[in-house]
């Protein structure tokens, strides 16, 4: 299991803030893109939710 440093975290709301998913982070990190939402939602980012 990949672990999210602090420093990925960091990075991730970044990106999440600039509009790309959990999903699409997660594939420029080599991980799932749960592992992503998990993380963000901890570090206490508001989520977008899905469409559909």
Known sequence: MV???P???ELA???YEQ???SNQIGK???IS???VW???KRAGV???GTAG
């Open 38 to 40: 998990k993380a963000l």
């Open 13 to 15: 709301k970044e990106l």
């Open 19 to 21: 509009g790309l998913s």
């Open 28 to 30: 420029k990190f080599g």
């Open 46 to 48: 508001r989520m977008r």
């Open 7 to 9: 420093a990925r975290v």
């Open 3 to 5: 672990k999210m440093t």
């Open 33 to 35: 893109g749960s592992t």
